[in-house]
């Protein structure tokens, strides 16, 4: 099942896909995806409503609607870095022992198509794509893999957009290079777990203008999705609507060769995963 989220910026309304990609009005079900109705068990209830057909069609089709982030307002994003071995080695940092854990403000996330917008003063705004985690039920001192999966709402596109030189070069903390508005464009819907059998086999892509800039898949993660959940209810409580970024292959501009290409006003950047969907967002100058 894929959820999303349709609407003017505040005022979206809830929906499913259908499969020949039209809209299905979920709005009767609950008035949102977020931690509230997480937790009361949304997402059983509209699979019930799609299995017994009880959804009416929108009348709109999706390509004439804004896309909201398929989740309203997370309590918090949690992102992981340096989870991918390529990426490691390109930024020359050595693979981390545990999982290098970060928080992002979750007033960064935007829908998966709305613009980004580039800090001023910005000079190194870089790209990320990554596997998001939507967590849809509390999680905390987990003890097995099963167990955490079980957490799992479902699964997104996300891309963790950052500032290097605000991350790197401004006193060394990098919520400050991760944190900018409109830094975590999420989407473009929700995909439940029974349709991701495995996250740790998706393929993840990014372009820039239309040159490929990133091409790597979730085999290639130091630590997979079940044990970054887990170890992350040893340090804190997760709760329904709380959103976990994964981590990124190699191909950020931070890792290339001088002149690094990093993000300018203008540039379109697309980014997908294999099953969850393909977002694009046109950057602009703040």
């Known amino acids: 099942m894929r959820v999303l989220r349709v609407g003017e910026a505040g005022a979206e309304r809830l929906a499913v896909l259908d499969g020949a990609g039209g809209l299905l009005d979920a709005s009767g079900i609950a008035d949102d995806i977020d931690h509230r109705s997480l937790a009361d068990g949304v997402l059983d209830r509209l699979a019930e409503a799609v299995a017994a ?35 490691a080695e390109e930024t020359g940092a050595e693979l981390p022992a545990e999982p290098v854990v970060f928080m992002k403000d ?33 999680a905390r001192y987990l003890e097995s ?33 991760k944190s900018c508005e409109t830094f975590n464009p999420l989407g473009p819907w929700l995909v439940t777990p029974d349709e991701v059998p495995d996250p740790q086999k998706l393929s993840l892509r990014l ?19 079940a044990e970054i959940i887990r170890y992350l209810s040893r340090f804190m409580v997760l709760y329904p609507g709380d959103v976990i970024n994964t981590g990124t292959p190699a191909g950020v501009a931070l890792g290339r060769p001088e002149p690094r290409p990093y993000l300018r006003h203008g540039d379109v950047v697309e980014c997908g995963i294999d099953g969850l969907g393909t977002m694009r967002q046109t950057f602009r100058q703040a």
């Open 106 to 138: 979750p007033w960064t996330v935007s829908g998966p198509y709305d613009e980004v917008l580039i800090p001023r003063d910005s000079v190194k705004t870089d790209y990320e794509v990554e596997l998001a985690v939507v967590i849809g039920r509390t």
């Open 207 to 225: 372009t820039v203008n239309g040159v490929e800039r990133q091409h790597g898949s979730t085999a290639d993660m130091v630590f997979p999705v």
């Open 53 to 87: 057909g009880a959804l009416p069609t929108m009348e709109v089709p999706l390509d004439r609607v804004r896309v909201g982030a398929p989740v309203a307002r997370p309590g918090k994003v949690v992102c992981i870095g340096l989870n991918y071995r390529d990426h």
């Open 145 to 177: 893999d099963e167990d955490a999966l079980a957490c799992v709402a479902g699964y997104a596109v996300s891309h963790d957009v950052s500032e290097r030189a605000f991350q790197l070069e401004r006193g060394g903390q990098w919520d400050k290079g």
